[in-house]
């Protein structure tokens, strides 16, 4: 594993909540990434998007992050970051990607400057330099194969980004009922011509929790255990949070709001 190249999942969305099918997400994503021989996947980051999002029903970030934070507390490789929803407005997923990137270079960079100063003598800085990556790390984007079919949609993306995506960054897009991912790659220019940086997961057990539905479950009082983790259904109720009134925030908004159980952002200014 040590030879193959390191790499990073991020997704983005609202998390609103944070539901086991988000979590299922990375677990098919690094099973599939390390069945190709070429990756070892070393970090999973969930970064739920900003309270300007503007989406129908979207509760403040800081119950959101506090929720992310409380499913995965079991997970010893996906990690909430609060940089998105900390920003002063919405923030395009290029750019968050771009974020990340240069993050992991930082943390790299930072690594090999600790190994220089304090690395004892009887091994030296070179042999070990040699030991680490040997590339810095890749970043993808994770996200629901039907994402493929909204770069099609007029006004939605910015050509542009999508390019950088597909072609800096690359995608990991988990299927889902009903999408034909192959199809959606087929019928564009863009992303045959990147399509060598998609890579294409197939859920064998489907899964299709809704968030939501969760949430228009909470608000009539019925039981979502097994849809979310205990802990952030016990948040929930701790803070009464997913209410008549909260699902009716944002109510009318025409701003434009991509929906998916598995990957929700916004993606024009």
């Known amino acids: ?43 999973g980051i969930i970064s739920p998007v900003n309270n300007n999002y503007g989406k129908k029903g979207l509760v403040s970030a800081r119950h ?62 070179e042999d070990f330099l040699s030991s680490l990556d040997p590339v810095s790390p890749e970043l993808k984007l994770l996200c629901g194969a ?15 980004h999508i390019k950088e995506i597909v072609e800096k960054f ?12 192959v199809q959606y790659i087929s019928e564009s220019e863009l992303l045959t011509q990147f399509q060598h940086n998609i890579h294409l997961v197939t859920e064998q057990i489907q899964n299709e929790i809704s968030a939501t539905h969760i949430r228009h479950a909470l608000c009539k009082g019925l039981s ?14 701790h803070y009464n949070i997913y209410t008549e009134e909260s699902e009716g925030k944002n109510k009318g908004d025409l701003t434009s709001a991509y929906e998916s159980t598995q990957h929700n952002d916004k993606h024009t200014k």
């Open 1 to 43: 594993m040590k030879s193959r190249i390191p790499l990073v999942l991020l997704a983005c969305g609202s998390f609103n909540p944070i539901t086991n099918m988000h979590m299922r997400l990375f677990e098919l994503a690094r099973d599939h990434l390390h069945q190709t021989g070429r990756y070892r996947v070393i970090e």
């Open 64 to 125: 959101r992050i506090a929720m992310a934070q409380l499913a995965l507390e079991t997970s010893d490789w996906i990690r909430v970051d609060p940089w998105e929803s900390e920003q002063e407005k919405w923030t395009e997923t290029v750019k968050v990607l771009r974020h990340h990137y240069n993050e992991s270079l930082r943390w790299l960079q930072f690594r090999k400057e600790l190994v220089r100063n304090n690395w004892p003598t009887e091994r030296t800085t």
């Open 146 to 160: 039907d994402i493929l079919k909204t770069f099609s949609t007029p006004n939605l993306w910015k050509e542009e």
């Open 224 to 237: 979502v255990k097994y849809l979310i983790p205990d802990s952030v259904i016990s948040y929930i109720k």
């Open 170 to 181: 690359g995608l990991v897009c988990i299927s889902r009922a009903g999408s034909d991912p």
